[in-house]
């Protein structure tokens, strides 16, 4: 038999799609005060928004009327017929969002509209209406949001930890503070601050929100054509991480996802980032409000564009041109897992040899007669490859630096050439490995603690996992400014000091979610990423002792021939071939 559902069960099943988290009641009452018209939004959550979540803003506010009217399905203001649904160009306007918080939390709501002497303030709870009285307030609204699902225990239940949904908490506030600079926020956790955001401009409010190191990352991107206008920054090649986490598109100043156009920015960026790795964005797409389809999903965070497929290509060319323009190119210096070996003829342009930088120091004639005596069978590649590194002959040989990515070294049967980068990929990774491996590694104390320029995201991070990060050997004290220093690292990163904050940034980012223990295959994906993050640092002019020495911490690892990545290392061109490409 066919019923209708009560109110405030329709209520709960809505609010199943619209207030998922904490979060969620942050985006949407976030939302609403911009389209209030406020200039000033202050949000305070406790226990992660479980026991509070406040929103205040200084926007028109409501009547009486209005206020007990929101909290009805469907009440809204933006549309009043079909065609409204093709010029909406604000966040909320379905009317769902707050008809939703109430149903499954204790709401307060205080309003008042400029020109009225007193406000109104509603009590409401479990989609029932439980006051409505006249209050002294000022200007705006303020909605106290307390005790969420409280009447669902089963949905309380599977909210994850507290630094999880605070984390969720701050990527909403981001997105929308973000979205617009011209507006002051702020936030408070548990009865401290955390942001105060004064109107500024887009570099300065992203710097304002994820630090001022990636403020500095950015290059500026700028186009406008009859179908879309595209603006915002982009990140250097040189500083695209493992982990995602800051790209941002934005149509018509709402946040969305979209896989399709990332694709059109990474594809930009092939061949000057390592294959993995993303750079961060802040993209901003303005179309006519009537060729885009924001109403496509709950949450609103898919948009469909009538033009996509040429926004695709404009979007690419847009990304190339930034990157053009801040001189960009690919390079044999950036860490091209898939570049070929020998610079080639691509898409019409020649690509000149690296040129050969040498040590004017290194006399090879007085290791001549050593070598000599060293070299006196052929040498063949030994079936066991483990063997070749065996081979003091090889260690002994001059060096010769080709570039700033390549050494080359003479063996009997030919040249023997090794990459750079990809040697120190294997070094670190095997020596972060034996490091994070350990069931407790040895802490090295920091001499001079280290400060690091971590996100609030990052922040939470730490707190909750600082039993993990202790345990693979690194130290992190929260200091006496609330600030966050690293102070003890593995003993066997001694050697890479001068590089230990993006260490710890990279092993911040990248830990798993969840208390439990690390197992072997995380603790190699750390270790690979680690070692991916220093070898990228490495390359460059280097000595010939250096090189030497590179040469020998290679031959002693397990698998010197090929990079974790599963790159080779090192390349031998025989005398034949030599003398093939000599007789052409």
């Known amino acids: 038999m066919l019923k209708i559902l009560p109110g405030h069960v329709s209520n709960l099943i809505a609010a199943g799609e619209v207030v998922q988290r904490p979060a969620s009641v942050v985006k949407e009452l976030m939302e609403n005060a911009v389209d209030a018209g406020a200039t000033e939004i202050k949000v305070l959550i406790k226990d992660s928004g479980r026991t509070l979540i406040q929103v205040a803003d200084n926007g028109c506010g409501m009547s009486q009327e209005d206020a007990v009217l929101a909290f009805e399905r469907h009440a809204t203001s933006k549309i009043s017929q079909i065609e409204d649904l093709e010029q909406i160009g604000t966040f909320g306007f379905r009317g769902e969002a707050l008809a939703s918080i109430a149903s499954v939390a204790e709401v307060t709501l205080r309003t008042k509209r400029e020109k009225e002497e007193t406000g109104t303030e509603v009590k409401i709870s ?11 307030a000022p200007q705006g609204s303020m909605f106290s949001i307390r005790n969420i699902f409280y009447n ?14 605070y984390r969720q908490i701050l990527a909403e506030f981001t997105r929308i503070a973000i979205t617009r600079p011209d507006l002051h926020f702020q936030l408070t956790n548990n009865g401290t601050e955390v942001y105060n955001l004064p109107p500024t401009n887009l570099r300065l409010r992203i710097q304002g929100i994820l630090g001022k190191e990636l403020g500095r990352e950015l290059v500026e991107i700028s186009v406008d054509t009859t179908i879309v206008s595209i603006k915002g920054y982009i990140g250097k090649p040189e500083d695209a991480r493992k982990t995602p986490g800051n790209q941002y598109f934005f149509a018509n100043g709402r946040f969305f996802r979209s896989p399709y156009f ?31 389809d924001v109403n496509i999903h709950p949450s609103k965070t898919e948009v469909k564009f009538e033009d996509d497929f040429a926004i695709f290509d404009i979007l690419h060319s847009a990304v190339r041109e930034s990157l053009g323009r801040n001189s960009f190119m690919p390079s044999i210096d950036f860490d091209q897992e898939d570049a070929p070996e020998i610079p080639k003829v691509k898409n019409g342009y020649w690509v000149p040899p690296p040129k050969i930088d040498y040590d004017p120091l290194f006399n090879p004639f007085l290791e001549e007669r050593k070598a000599e005596r060293e070299i006196d069978r052929s040498w063949e590649p030994p079936k066991d490859e483990g063997a070749l590194f065996q081979e003091d002959h090889i260690v002994q040989k001059p060096v010769l630096q080709i570039g700033s990515r390549y050494i080359a070294t003479t063996i009997k049967s030919g040249l023997m050439i090794l990459d750079i980068v990809r040697a120190w990929e294997r070094i670190l990774f095997e020596r972060y490995l034996k490091s994070l491996s350990m069931e407790s590694a040895e ?3 920091v001499l001079f603690p280290v400060e690091l320029n971590l996100s609030e995201a990052q922040k939470s991070v730490v707190d909750e996992n ?23 690292i593995p003993d066997s990163f001694s050697g890479e000091m001068e590089r230990v904050d993006k260490l710890a940034d990279t092993l911040i980012n990248i830990l798993p979610e969840g208390k439990g223990n690390i197992g072997a295959e995380v603790r190699e994906r750390i270790a690979s990423t680690l070692a991916s993050a220093g070898a990228r640092q490495k390359s460059g002019t280097i000595s010939h002792m250096e090189a030497r020495a590179l040469v020998d911490a290679l031959f002693a690892c397990g698998e010197p021939t090929i990079s974790p990545s599963g790159y ?12 093939g490409r000599m007789s052409v």
């Open 126 to 136: 479990e989609s029932k209406v439980n006051s409505v009285s006249q209050v002294a």
């Open 443 to 445: 802490i090295q104390k």
């Open 466 to 488: 600082s039993a993990r990060i202790l345990q693979l050997g690194f130290e992190i004290q929260k200091g006496e400014r609330e600030e966050y220093m690293l102070t003890g």
């Open 152 to 165: 669902i225990p089963a949905r309380r239940k599977f909210l994850k930890s507290d630094a999880a949904e």
């Open 262 to 292: 990332q694709k059109s920015v990474l594809k930009a960026y092939e061949n000057l980032v390592q294959e993995g790795h993303l750079p961060s964005f802040f993209i901003f797409l303005e179309a006519d409000q009537s060729r885009i």
């Open 568 to 579: 080779p290392v090192i390349s031998m061109l025989s005398i034949e071939e030599i003398e």
